[in-house]
């Protein structure tokens, strides 16, 4: 269907453009208002429109609608935004994830107490580097 729209309003467009270039000049403009026969025109004593008058403005009607009526035949298909793909994204890779232990913290080995009797350590009165 956008295909059928964008072929309508470029034929508009030619005919369009062959209608203007068809419609003799109406003349004068800012500089013919001081004559008389542009003051007739300006109070508006002019006749009806002529056929080629009227096809411009139809035809350039029909030209604006169909313009705005294209956007609305466009299919761009589904698509997702930057920023959901990113989501996504990050909601795959923290499923990859090991999941933490509870309270937030993960579990660390606790370290093992001393042995006692330790011949080196302790508070013993053995030989150490006392003052004596």
Known sequence: MFTF???????IGLLMTLVVLLQSGQGGGLAGIAS????????GTRQSPDTLEKATWTLGALFIVLCVLSNFFIDTGPQESIIQQQAQQQQTQQQQQPLPAPGGQQQQAEPLPAPSGDPGGGSGSGSGSGGN
Do not use: D
């Open 5 to 11: 729209t964008i072929v309508l309003i470029t034929l």
């Open 36 to 43: 008389g026969g542009a003051a007739q025109q300006v109070l």
